[in-house]
Nanobody
Framework: QVQLVESGGGLVQAGDSLRLSCAAS????????MGWFRQAPGKQREWVAG???????SYADSVKDRFTISRDNARKSVYLQMNSLKPEDTAVYYC????????????????WGQGTQVTVSS
């Protein structure tokens, strides 16, 4: 079992930056593929970024070149650095973990955090 706890959300203005953190406990963190998702009001949850167990990263087109995902296996943590934030980035951001490589590739994440609110004002 894996427990995930996000932090770092808040209210910022357009153009500002935020750094989200996700602390994991339980299963060996280094074996987990990690991802960030978000859900805006009235919209479906969408995948934002992912980082493989070997460190390779991928991003949704809407955040590419603005967001950076990283992981620190020693601290059992994953981060999402968000720069040049836009009002359309407003959402609840969720950290997620995939127990297998196949699940990570298929974006079928097994464990979820409770979410952290990010609000970007114009």
């Amino acid at each position: 079992q894996v427990q995930l706890v996000e932090s770092g959300g808040g209210l910022v203005q357009a153009g500002d930056s935020l750094r989200l953190s996700c602390a994991a406990s339980g299963r060996v963190f280094g074996s987990l593929g990690m991802g960030w998702f978000r859900q805006a009001p009235g919209k479906q949850r969408e995948w934002v970024a992912g980082i493989h167990v070997v460190g390779s990263t991928s991003y949704a087109d809407s955040v590419k070149d603005r967001f950076t995902i990283s992981r620190d296996n020693a601290r059992k943590s994953v981060y999402l650095q968000m720069n040049s934030l836009k009002p359309e980035d407003t959402a609840v951001y969720y950290c997620a973990a995939a127990a297998t490589v196949n699940n990570y590739i298929m974006r079928r994440f097994d464990y979820w955090g409770q979410g952290t609110q990010v609000t970007v004002s114009s």
